[in-house]
């Protein structure tokens, strides 16, 4: 049994070994919190995307897709709200320097043993984690990043990065709603990138500067809004365990108390996960009431209420807001699905051997052509079906070199869910040997029913 420290380890060198995720700028020594999806990395992202879009966008009638810039109005970020509260409240070491989130080192001394709860906590009462020195008062720092539009750099000009996807879907909520025709209750999705000043990031990709989130605004009528929470959190709950196939008991559904939710925010739940640096959020599901909305409509001036054609009474929508980090989902997949045990190595000691038990659909390679021998035109075989996969739209990878072992452990390594080995009986009978990753079964089937098999098994 590997301790979730090793196995962090083992995962963050597993993905830069097999492409999944290299620190970014590696040239120049890396760039803090900065991280580049490398070939294997973008597909698992993008499948896990494509598998979200085709759920709740295509796969129901009650929600439809937009995609709004990253810059927008700055009045956008005054009615939110982001400008005056989207802080993170910090403090520095006197001593060393360091700077640390005030909030978790309230959390984390809470947290140790023997801690009295009765007892109020403050800052003071917390040395420096690193070095025991004195920590200063706790400062609030806004997270937002700042730039500026135009060729002035002055106030008039200036512009932020959005730190959530969300205000594009209440911006365009009246456009939407009137061009598409729609009806109360109704959402918008939207995946895209948003970015965030975070000044204590770590953790691999679960806290980056820039990251990407996959967020549905779904509006409802005032009475509405308690259904429409119970069944989003609901369908939170089926793509969580059956999509993404992470054990229950990894997670923790947290009803948010009151006084911990934002103001406005009639329930909270967060969907936490147990990652190897313990549990955290992973997403989060919140009744926002109609406070967006009316921030909006007082800000812009504009009427974004919505006509009941069965009442002609104007309301205000309330929201309910599913919210997934995309970043976040691929760590927790990771975690989730590698599989790390013994392995015995030739010189009779043990190394660890791993294997990404990703579902299939997710699999960045959905499989793999491996020619027993090069010579003998098992190559060339080997070649014509790689090609014959890759037209029918599935990644393949076709690899020649190294022992068969050596190569199974790669795709093992990387998650392919099948390999199709090309021997000398395929000569003979036109068939191939299919290994199975996970029950590890080898049967031999026709060359040409190669491609229907796996399409059969994604479906
Ligand atoms: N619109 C609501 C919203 O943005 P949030 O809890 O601040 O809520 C939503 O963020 C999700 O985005 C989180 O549950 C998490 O999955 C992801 N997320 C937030 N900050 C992140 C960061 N710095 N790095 C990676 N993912 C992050």
């Known amino acids: ?9 083992l995962l963050v060198s597993l993905c830069k070994r097999r492409g999944f995720v290299y620190p970014d700028s590696d040239i120049y020594g890396g760039f803090a919190n900065a991280f580049d999806y490398g070939p294997n990395g973008i597909e698992l992202k993008n499948n896990i995307r494509d598998a979200w879009w085709k759920r709740f966008v295509h796969g129901r009638e009650d929600v439809v ?113 009137d061009t598409m025709r729609k009806k109360l209750p109704f959402g918008i999705a939207q995946v895209g990138k948003a970015f965030r000043n975070e000044i204590t990031p770590g953790n691999f990709i679960f806290r980056t500067r820039e990251f990407e989130q996959m967020e549905i605004e779904y509006f409802v009528k005032p009475d509405d809004s308690e259904r429409a929470f119970d069944m989003w959190l609901n369908e939170m709950k089926i793509w969580v365990e059956d999509v993404l196939k992470i054990n229950p008991k990894n997670l923790v559904y947290k009803e948010i108390s009151e006084s911990d939710r934002a103001f406005y925010s009639k329930r909270t739940v967060d969907i936490e996960y147990q990652y190897p640096f313990g549990q955290k959020e992973l997403y989060g599901l919140a009744n926002r009431t109609d406070y967006d909305l009316s921030r909006h409509q007082e800000f812009s001036g504009e009427d974004l209420r919505w006509l009941d054609p069965e009442t002609n009474t104007k309301i205000l929508p309330h929201v309910v807001e599913p919210t997934w980090g995309l970043s976040r989902t691929v760590l927790a997949v990771l975690v989730e699905h590698l599989d790390v045990d013994e392995a015995d ?17 997710l699999s960045p390679v959905k499989a793999a052509v491996l020619p027993l021998q090069k010579k003998d035109g098992l190559a060339d075989i080997g070649r014509e079906l790689a090609s014959k996969i890759r037209a029918a739209g599935l990644v393949v990878e076709y690899d020649e070199s190294g022992s068969i072992g050596k190569r199974y452990r ?41 491609v229907a098999f796996i399409q059969s098994r994604l479906n």
């Not at 109020?120 to 806004?142: Q, R």
């Not at 190394?351 to 579902?359: K, T």
């Not at 003979?428 to 060359?447: G, L, S, W, Y």
Request: proline residues 7%; charged residues 30%; hydrophobic residues 35%.
């Open 1 to 9: 049994m590997i301790s979730p420290e090793k196995k962090m380890d």
């Open 65 to 177: 897709g937009i995609d709004t810039p990253i810059i927008q109005h700055p009045k956008v970020w005054e009615a939110s709200g982001h400008l005056a509260t989207f802080s993170d409240p910090l403090v520095d070491c006197k001593k060393c320097k360091r700077r640390f989130r005030a909030d978790h080192l309230l959390e984390a001394k809470q947290a140790e043993p023997g801690y009295n709860k009765e007892v109020p906590l403050h800052i003071k009462d917390v040395d420096c984690p690193e070095c025991g020195g004195e920590l200063t008062d706790i400062k609030n720092f806004n997270l937002m990043f700042k730039t500026f539009v135009g060729v002035t750099e002055d106030s008039a000009n200036v512009a932020y990065l959005r730190p959530e996807t969300a205000a594009g879907m209440f911006t365009a909520w009246k456009n939407v709603r």
């Open 345 to 361: 190595t030739s010189e009779g000691e043990t190394e660890p051997r791993m294997v990404l038990r990703l579902p299939p659909r």
């Open 410 to 450: 790669r795709q093992d390594e990387i998650g392919t869910p099948w390999c199709f080995t090309v021997d000398y009986d395929t000569k003979e009978n036109n068939t191939v040997t299919v290994r199975d990753r996970d029950a590890m079964t080898q049967e031999r089937i026709k060359i040409d029913e190669v």
